[in-house]
């Protein structure tokens, strides 16, 4: 890594940054080494006495936040964000009913996008527009979604058409989606996991290897005697460091967790291979067998293009192993690559801002993250012609399929884990409301003027629907597709705001969040302060204070938006 000079940060930040320069020259040389690969077969579990310090990358900011007394360091380093690598998509546009009444996605779960954001703010950034992935952060949230009574139809499905916060000619159709849970622990199927953990130079700071440790502990806690995890590591070369244990063994894998230390390049495919073979020989036709990949994304020897990584994993998935991804870090995170892996693989994608993320994930929500309900889920949403002139879904732009896809089984889509919400908002405008106030390129002002005519064979009952709603899923280990509908109805419909369901407010809220931070010209005048009063209002009970932490991201963004000028 080159070090490039600090930026200037002020006066007050002199003898921060003068403390930072010692700091840096004695560790330039050791990360300049591991970075070229001179230090190889460096990939050694030993243990070290103390991290190695973090090296400041070119353009990097020092973020002089408190730190706990016993801290292993007291000055953090953050990067600005836009040197990290996000996939770019342009969002989705507003749609004609008579012409594209079908609206399909696979079904997204990822929560990375909202870790990041939250890392973003607290670190003094207003993320870049496609670091905000909307349904990822609709989808962080738990909601009080009706849960599903049977296995074998393992969702429930809730619908609310409600007025648009932020567009009087609008109304928001929210959709609902809660997987099937068990109602004990225990019912959890065994898991035969395999942690592969990238520990290449890269992975040195604080926010990334010391803190995939600590989640990996608190995952390894969790097992019990007929789960099994291996550990395997990569940096200029892969290895084996632990055979599958069972979870009675958990101490020598928390011991062999601790031992790890970075150094050296990044032999990305080169470790995804081994791990597979090892989940392979130590198949559990009856449980679940997955990899959980930690690492900064930074694939940089062997392999590492997406695409043929991609192909790998899109053939291994169809052996029952599927592959989560877990990001770390910041500056050089690559999610697009992330990203990848995980749609490939079947998988989630999350992103470890911190120790409570990980608890969130490996302890609160481990049901979930690991346990897969339904494999290839999709949902597809048809539009009445009698009801809706046009729609555009909010978020989803990563996960949109072409509607011949939702019958084509072999087409890949969504993995939805144990217990597992997920929310579907699509702003639509009513027939005969005003049309948008924008002018389109191919067509006269008198048609644009003109509202469809409404279609004369849809009988009365139908002609009382919105749309309909059907998912598409396989049962884990099944071939055979099945199918749930729903029609979204009147009686689904609320006048105000004030009438309408709590959870449907609230994912509106965080909706309008992305939507305003991304600068969508669709959002109008809505500001982050009406975001925020349209949050608190739909809080409800929060257990653990995340739509509490939701509302300060907001208000703090808001401040970074007055003090930066955007």
Partial sequence: MTIASLPTAGRRYGLALAFAAAALLAACTIDNQDKAGSSAGSGSTAATAREAPSVVAPGAQLNMRAVPAGSAQSLSVTYPPQSERYPSFAENTWQQVTEAPLSTIAMEVDTAAYSRLRRMISDGFLPPRDALRIEEMVNYFEYAYADPADPAKPFAISANVLPSPWNSETRLLHVGIKAWEPLRAAERPAANLVLLVD?????????????VKRALKLLVG??????HAALVVYAGTAQVVLEPLPGSGRNRLQSEIERLSAGGSTAGGAGLQLAYRLAEQHFDPAGVNRILLFSDGDFNVGP?????????????????????VFTVGTGNLNDRIAQSLAQQGNGIAAYLDGLGEARRLFEDQLAATLTPIADDVKAQIEFNPQQVAEYRLIGYETRRLAYRDFTDDRVDAGEVGSGHSVTLLY???PLGAAPPP??????????KAKPPSRPANIDNDVAREFAHLTIRYKLPGQQRAREISRPITFADAHANLEATPREARFAAAVAAFGLALRGTPDLGGFSLDQVARLADGARGPDPRGERAEFLRL????ESLQKTSGN
Avoid: W
């Fill in 554 to 557: 907001v208000r703090d963004a």
């Fill in 304 to 324: 590492s293009d997406s695409g043929a990584i991609g192909e790998l994993i899109a053939t291994k998935r169809t052996s029952g192993v599927y592959l989560s």
């Fill in 427 to 429: 702003e639509f405008r």
């Fill in 199 to 211: 520990i290449s130079g890269s992975m040195k700071a604080n926010d990334r290897l010391p803190l």
């Fill in 222 to 227: 969790q097992l019990r005697p007929q789960d």
């Fill in 438 to 447: 924008r002018s389109l390129r191919y067509q006269s002002a008198a048609a």
